[in-house]
């Protein structure tokens, strides 16, 4: 009976195992609650039958855990047949094997979206099953009749998955009734579940089915957990083995899939990553470990790098794949193992080591978008018109655009900048922090750079050559490396001390001796440094610190690229200037005398063509040279150059052998302090200043002093985060790892017996002479070219800048100070006479109101005005600027003469403010004074070699200027005749000459407004006798060209575009007039001058000044000294009258002159007037008359002839009388 029981139970199973032809499955909502309920009914006739208790239902998630609980209770059997009990409970177990095999098998479905039912059998629905499955046939197992998934060949399934070509063809969909008889099988809406069922691509098949079994494991109870773990393992396996086997994938692509989930997963997509990588071989080196096995991981990742690299290139700085591509650069260089990886790639892609390698390795197309125009926009005047140049792609119509709309633009390059230095200075700075990536970066960005240096030499800047990285891609380096300096690149910053400037010559040293060292650069041993090397071998560090090492390699950067880029910005700008005239030119009519010049609708069109490139391309460079982060960056590492450069000045070594001791001296802005710590008894000093307190401390103990907060203190009413030097997180802990780097190198050198100085020293004008053990030969003159181009650089191009970052003025005045006019600290000239460049770039213009009109208002110069005025060292700073004004006389190349003009142009301005400055007043005074009580000493004093030289550069340049003008007024006659000399070579000869003379009228006119201007101040010493006659000469001679006769040779067409301004020349030549005429001397001197005086000159002086320059006051006083100066020259006439008949040996033999104190000269034996002679060995210390050099200490006076000279005057007077 029990067994036909059984056998019409099974019969009944089978002839309704389709529930959709069973009548009573309509009662459910569904068929697949039809399905448990057929499933529990089942079990509970099973159960009654063999007297054991219920089956708990399968539904509930505690259905197996309820099980289990009672499945190890001996349960009595109860029941009428004791024969069967056995078989019954052996019956039962099946069933209990089977709900959990369901439950398995359910989870299987939802995670990995296939089924081990065929189409013909449908799906039950129930179990949160999605509504499409893929039938993979031959991997279920049957026990108790039904088929099932399981955990043992899971991952021949999933394989089995991944090989299918088309799984579509496989597609199962849920038998829940809702779809009519004779449907597709498919309803409206499930698209998405269709396309995540039938999913081709592998790693994305995968990553899908690990989210899913990653959010099964907070639903599914406790006991189905190892099989979620067992599931998500899975994924990771199948997902390395595709990455190693890609090839048995058909037309598939693994490492792009996985890049596809790295960029669109987020953190789901990571934490795939982490698992494929645990699977891999490398668990331990997540945490920062060794891999077990890296070359299985190279294998698997380096290609989904090379997807990258594919991707990156050709992107533009706006592209929308740009910054996810970086942003999960970013967080690929965070992980220990990933990072490894990148640099095995970086290394393998510039084994080569060229140039074209690097940039096109991964960080190199990284570092590759940028708004820098293309190489022909950079040189519109050195293509014919004929060429069409290509148009920015950020600023395409630049003239059909407003002020506000390009300044928008701008903005927008600016913030695509900085979002692309911010994400690579973080990869590149996470690889840093990873002590196993460390060194290979550094290795990189060593070879990099040095395989980019020539870019520096004098035929790259000429003609780039292609093998060269590109502009962009080095200055986006530098912008990156420079970021990279934030942390030690602040006002004060307790790091800076650390610097170790024996590393440009640690760079020689063989390759083993510099990795041992942790030197990574190349080649800057071959740098020229500030003073000459000797031969002493240097005594090298154990290791150079990784301050000391980006130091080196931003200021390198820097050096590679920015003084091209700013010569081009400049060079672009004066091709758009001509470009203006000439299209101006075009639009009249008049072909005029520019390189451009040409008439004619045709011409006008070109050259407007041409002026909207030019333009476009010089507003995308400025964009991209002067964004604010980077310009602010290159300031603050300036700063630390020059807080370096200075302490070098004074003496201060890291390493020596004994502590160093502050000197008990007046510091930078304050008075050294001595002050003791009461309760630890401790002994220290201050140093307060306009930098901030800083505090050395030494103690008994001996032990280091910390470096904490109080270690710096910011200055008194200094705001450091206005000038934009506070850090980010990242950037904290990059410098918390600087100092546990460095205070572990500070361990290792006392271990050894090394001393080290941690702080600097004050510093105090005038500097101590420079030691033999200076460090000075080991600072390169590339720090002091970078210094003056980004100083330089954004006061030209960004004065807002240098006005936000009050508290680093200082120091650069500083570094100007003990480097400008001293040749024993810097020996090169030109490079001191640069410094000038920066000092005009600190400052705010002299006045303002000479703006041009139209132009935009003047930045803000409040914070520098008051840096400049509240200078602690006034003259230490005004003597550094007249020292090299004067040294640059004698050094520059005579083949280019007019150079040291080049050098003194931004020297002008410095001086009118130096002495308009009331703070300078004493200085001048001081100056003054000196000169007046050594006016025949040789060497001549400072002030009387400046005033020669200035006089001497008056003359030449206006002479030089009137001479030009003379021959453009011809040239421009001769243009409007026929001549047999073609017009294009008349052109360019007339453009020559123009060129000429707008330099030497833009000269002229600084050199006069000088004079002008320090004249008041200078008077006792331009007013003595050994000058007077000089100025008066050069005034009157001026005076005839600009207001007498001559005036009309100087008539040329467009005085503007000349430069040639003769009313501003002539209001400076009588304002110098009128401030020496104070002096009842000067006056009579001015009489005397036969060769140039006129008194209806100076009439119509006065005449054409009111006409083009009404100054009342200047008028009345210019007035006034002429009708006394004639008073006087009527009273010289009548003495001369008496000297007429004057004997020769009486006479100066230079100036033909009646001497007064007449001195022999040593070699020659000429006796000649002490004026005279003192007044010739200002320019040329040599005799004159036999060229053997000389001195006045060697004169000695002609007593003799001086009496037999006062006798005749005195017989002279007494016979007139």
């Known amino acids: 009976m029990q067994r036909s029981c059984r056998e019409e139970g099974g019969m009944t199973d089978a002839k309704n195992n389709n529930l959709k032809e069973n009548p009573f499955a309509g009662l459910f909502p569904s068929l697949g609650q039809a399905q448990d309920f057929r499933f529990l009914q089942r079990s509970t006739v099973r159960t009654s039958i063999a007297g054991l208790p219920l089956l708990p239902d399968p539904s509930s ?279 490894q990886v990148l640099m095995e790639h970086l290394g393998s892609s510039t084994l080569s080591g060229s140039a074209s390698s690097f940039s096109s390795s991964l960080l190199g197309l990284a570092l590759s978008p940028s708004a820098i125009p293309s190489p022909l926009s950079l040189s519109p005047s050195a293509f014919p018109l004929s060429l069409t140049l290509p148009q920015s792609e950020y600023f395409p119509h630049p003239t059909q655009l407003s002020p506000l709309e390009v300044q928008a633009q701008k903005s927008r390059v600016h913030e695509l900048i900085s979002r692309l230095h911010g994400c690579v200075s973080g990869i590149i700075r996470s690889l840093l922090q990873n002590q196993t990536t460390r060194r290979h970066l550094l290795t990189w960005l060593g070879n990099f750079l040095h395989a980019n240096g020539p870019h520096r030499t004098l035929w790259a800047s000429q003609a780039p050559v292609v093998t060269l990285s590109s502009d962009a891609c080095l200055l986006n380096l530098a912008g990156v490396l420079v970021r990279l300096c934030r942390p030690f690149s602040q006002p004060g910053c307790h790091l800076l001390p650390t610097f170790d400037p024996l590393y440009c010559l640690a760079t020689g040293l063989p390759l083993e001796e510099r990795q041992q060292k942790g030197v990574h650069m190349k080649g800057l041993e071959k740098e020229t440094p500030f003073l000459p090397r000797g031969t002493v071998s240097p005594d090298f560090p154990p290791s150079f610190n990784m301050l000391t090492e980006v130091f080196h390699m931003a200021q390198f950067s820097l050096g590679v690229v920015l003084h091209r880029l700013i010569a081009s910005l400049l060079n672009l700008y004066r091709d758009l200037q001509r470009l203006r005239v000439a299209w101006q030119q075009a639009q009249g009519g008049s072909p005029g005398p520019g390189s451009f010049g040409s008439s004619g609708s045709h011409a006008e069109g070109r050259l407007k063509e041409r002026f909207q490139s030019a333009l476009g391309a010089w507003l995308a460079l400025e964009a991209s040279v002067m964004e604010p982060h980077f310009v602010q960056n290159t300031i603050g590492l300036q700063l630390a150059t020059a807080t370096l450069g200075v302490q070098l000045a004074v003496g201060w070594e890291r390493r020596r052998d004994g502590v160093v001791d502050v000197p008990d001296a007046r510091a930078i802005g304050g008075m050294v302090e001595r002050k003791e710590d009461q309760n630890s008894g401790e002994v220290g000093m201050v140093l307060s200043n306009e930098q901030g307190l800083i505090r050395k401390t030494t103690g008994s103990s001996g032990k280091k002093p910390e470096m904490n907060e109080g270690h710096l203190q910011e200055a008194p009413g ?13 950037e904290e802990r990059f410098q918390k790892d600087m100092e546990r780097e460095l205070d572990a190198q500070e361990d290792t050198l006392i271990g050894i017996g090394v001393k080290t100085s941690p702080e600097f020293v004050s510093v105090c004008f005038p500097l101590l002479p420079v030691s033999c053990s200076s460090m000075l030969p080991c600072f390169l003159e590339l720090f002091a070219d970078n210094l003056v181009d980004c100083l330089v650089m954004a006061g030209r191009f960004s004065p807002e800048t240098m006005e936000q970052s009050p508290a680093c003025l200082p120091y650069f005045l500083n570094f100007i100070c003990a480097f400008m006019g001293s040749p024993d600290r810097m020996s090169n000239p030109h490079l001191r006479a640069r410094l000038a460049e920066v000092l005009e770039a600190l400052l705010p213009p002299v006045d303002p109101t000479d703006s041009e009109p139209g132009t935009a208002p003047p930045a803000p110069s409040f914070a520098r005005a008051q840096a400049f005025s509240q200078y602690t060292h006034p003259a230490a700073l005004t003597r550094a600027l007249l020292l090299v004004f004067v040294d640059i006389e004698f050094t520059g190349d005579p083949h280019q003469f007019e150079q040291k003009f080049n050098y003194r142009r931004p020297m002008y301005p410095i ?109 006792m010493i331009l007013v003595h006798p050994i000058m007077s006659d000089r100025v008066i000469a050069m005034l009157n001679h001026f005076l005839q060209h600009l207001a007498g006769p001559r005036a009309r040779h100087l008539k040329v067409r467009d005085f503007a575009e000349l430069e040639f301004k003769p009313q501003d020349l002539l209001r400076y030549i009588i304002s110098t007039y009128v401030g020496l005429g104070q002096a009842e001397s000067f006056c009579a001197a001015v009489s005397r001058d036969e060769r140039s005086y006129s ?52 006479l100066d033999p230079i100036l033909s002159t009646l001497m007064l104190d007449p001195v022999i000269l040593p070699s020659s034996r000429v006796s000649v007037d002490r004026a005279t002679i003192a007044r010739h060995l200002l320019s040329d210390p040599t005799d004159p008359f036999n060229r053997t050099p000389l001195s006045m200490e060697q004169v000695k006076p002609d007593s003799e002839l001086k009496q037999r000279i006062a006798s005749w005057l005195h017989d002279k007077k007494m016979k007139n009388k």
């Open 61 to 339: 998630s505690s259905s197996l855990s309820s099980w289990d609980d009672r499945s190890g209770e001996d349960e009595e059997v109860k029941g009428e047949n004791k024969c069967d009990e056995d078989s019954f409970l052996k019956a039962f177990l099946n069933e209990h094997e089977s709900s959990g095999q369901a439950n398995i098998t359910h989870l299987l479905q939802r995670v990995f979206l296939f089924t081990p039912h065929s189409p013909e059998e449908g799906l039950a629905a129930g179990k949160g099953v999605p509504p499409c499955l893929v039938y993979l046939p031959e991997i279920g197992i049957e026990p108790g009749g039904e088929t099932w998934l399981g955990v043992h060949n899971l991952e021949r399934a999933v394989f089995s998955r991944l090989l299918m070509p088309s799984p579509e063809e496989q597609l199962v969909w849920l038998d829940d009734g809702s779809v009519p008889e004779g449907g597709t099988g498919r309803r409206i809406g499930m698209h998405a579940a269709e396309e995540e069922a039938t999913e081709k691509a592998a790693i994305l098949y995968l990553f899908s089915s690990f989210v899913r079994a990653r959010d099964e494991a907070c639903h599914v109870p406790h006991s189905l957990l190892s099989c979620v773990e067992r599931c998500q393992k899975v994924c990771a396996v199948q997902a390395g083995t595709a990455l190693l086997t890609s090839g048995l994938l058909f037309d598939q692509s693994p490492p792009h899939q996985l890049l596809q989930v790295l960029l669109t997963g987020g953190a789901k997509g990571w934490d795939f990553m982490t698992a494929v990588l645990d699977t891999l071989g490398a668990g331990e080196a997540q945490s920062g470990g060794e891999m077990q096995d890296a070359e299985a991981v190279n294998e698997a990742l380096i290609p989904v790098l090379d997807v990258v690299v594919k991707d990156l290139k050709g992107l533009r700085l706006e592209s929308p794949q740009l910054e996810p591509l970086l942003e999960l650069l970013l967080t690929w260089s965070r992980k220990p193992i990933l990072a």
């Open 718 to 730: 200094t705001d450091m985060k206005s000038d934009g030097c506070e850090l980010g997180g990242e």
């Open 911 to 1019: 001086l009118r403010r130096m002495w308009d400055t009331a703070s300078y007043e004493s200085t001048v005074t001081d100056l003054v004074n000196d000169a007046i009580e050594q006016m025949e000493a040789a060497p001549a004093p400072l002030l009387l070699r400046f005033l020669n030289i200035l006089l001497n550069d008056a003359t030449f340049l206006l002479d030089e200027a009137i001479q030009y003008l003379s021959q453009i007024k011809v040239r421009q006659q001769d243009m409007e005749e026929e001549s047999e000399v073609p017009a294009g070579e008349r052109r360019s000869s007339l453009q020559q000459l123009i060129q000429l003379a707008r330099f030497h009228n833009v000269m002229a006119l600084e050199t006069l407004h000088t004079l002008a201007c320090i004249t008041p101040g200078v008077r």
């Open 1095 to 1146: 008194h209806q000159l100076l009439l119509r002086a006065a005449k054409v000044l009111e006409r083009v320059q009404p100054d009342p006051t200047l008028n009345a006083s210019f007035l006034e000294l002429v009708h006394r100066v004639q008073t006087l020259a009527e009273q010289q006439e009548k003495e001369s009258e008496c000297w007429a008949d004057s004997p020769d040996d009486f």
